[in-house]
């Protein structure tokens, strides 16, 4: 097709005003197999016919607001590259806030069992796996898609991971219990603008929105979690920027000790934490 671009140069050009550079270059990194520096210094580079068109579909769902995640179909977080797709929230950064505090509360090589709770693309049960590997983890979800997702990710990346297809804790064993309990869960109030605007508007309705005032799956969590954690055990929740306040005061309604909320890089109160006495 003459419209499609012939090199490097012509595909940068083609984008200017669509989609930020930063994007266009990654998708050329990505179709080229080429490091960022090949396509700044290179850009009479040739493209083939298929790699053209292969940009110029990327081009035109991105200008159209797909977000980049699943147009390439991979999030890193806690530098790791994990896989993606519309059945599943895209990782965030502020989430890897949670493998942190995990990781200053457990003991070095503590063989303890974790839950995650609405686990997605698997991103914080893989990664705590990973990053304590003495550490028994389930992740649950009640999306067969997500936990397809999620099982290729943990076989990707060589995780042992249990996944439990289970609206929240109601396929668990009666009895079973863990040290410590994590969950990003919808926090999203319903009718919240936000939900109609950039990646958010592809991204599953049923990982986002909870409630009038988004707290509704995470009263249930609280409600529900002291009975499969352990004495002493850490329940960990990522929720809105406005909501800590009102999170910390259903922990401590709950009964939870030790109850504290942990700033993201952007100093928003992004993570609430409780443990039960």
Do not use: K
Not at 155 to 165: Q, S, T
Not at 197 to 202: A, L, Q
């Amino acid at each position: 097709m003459a419209d499609l671009p012939a090199t490097v140069g012509a595909a940068l050009a083609a984008a200017r005003g669509r989609i930020p550079a930063s994007e266009a270059r990654l998708f050329l990194r990505e179709i080229l197999g080429v490091t960022a520096a090949r396509i700044a210094a290179y850009p009479e580079d040739a493209l083939t016919p298929e790699q053209a068109e292969r940009f110029a579909d990327l081009l035109a769902c991105r200008a159209a607001g797909e977000p980049v995640a699943y147009l390439l179909g991979v999030r890193e977080f806690y530098g790791r590259d994990f896989q993606v797709s519309p059945a599943v929230l895209i990782p965030r950064p502020e989430t890897e806030l949670i493998v942190d505090l995990v990781r200053e509360r457990v003991p070095a090589g503590a063989a303890l069992a974790i839950l995650d709770l609405g686990t997605g693309s698997g991103a914080l049960a893989v990664t705590l796996a990973l990053e304590l590997p003495s550490a028994t983890v389930t992740a649950v979800d009640f999306s067969s898609a997500a936990l397809a997702v999620a099982r290729a990710n943990a076989e990707a990346l060589g995780a042992r991971v249990r996944f439990v297809e289970s609206d929240w804790f109601a396929a668990l064993a009666v009895g079973e219990r863990f040290e410590v309990i994590v969950s990003n869960p919808p926090y999203v109030a319903d009718g919240d603008p936000h939900l109609a605007e950039g990646d958010v508007r592809f991204e599953p309705a049923s990982a986002l929105a909870s409630g009038p005032a988004g707290l509704d799956d995470i009263v249930r969590i609280v409600a529900a979690a002291p009975a499969f954690l352990t004495p002493g055990g850490w329940l960990l929740l990522e929720h809105g920027y406005d909501q800590a306040a009102a999170v910390r005061e259903l922990l401590l309604a709950g009964g939870f000790a030790e109850v504290a909320s942990a700033r993201d890089l952007a100093g928003i109160e992004r993570i609430t934490l409780g443990r039960r006495p």
